[in-house]
């Protein structure tokens, strides 16, 4: 038999930093460090304005693609916040 190779979906999308990442998991993530307030404010949707759920605004968000968008482009942005910067200066030197 030939060598293993990798799975389909890996092969389809190499280089997307969203990949094997749900919809149901941005979301959460971005309420927890943000809240709905804050969600609300950065991506004006009535489904984080008003009586906001996880449920409701992921049926919202799956149904548009526009604000489906901006809640990825949140979240890439919260991502890359998230990854601690490497100062040099910070070592010291023996």
């Not at 990949?19 to 404010?41: D, F, P, R, S």
């Not at 919260?78 to 910067?85: E, G, I, Q």
């Amino acid at each position: 038999m030939g060598k293993k190779s990798e799975p389909r979906d890996l092969q389809k999308q190499p280089n997307n930093p969203l990949h094997n990442i749900t919809l149901e998991m941005m979301l959460t993530a971005l309420v927890e460090q943000y809240g709905w307030i804050e969600m609300g404010k950065r991506i004006n949707i009535r489904c984080f304005n008003y009586d906001p759920t996880l449920k409701s605004s992921l049926v919202f968000l799956r149904r548009t693609p526009w604000a489906r968008k901006k809640l990825e482009d949140l979240y890439q942005d919260f991502k890359m916040s998230d990854v601690p910067n490497e100062d040099p200066s910070n070592h010291s030197r023996e």
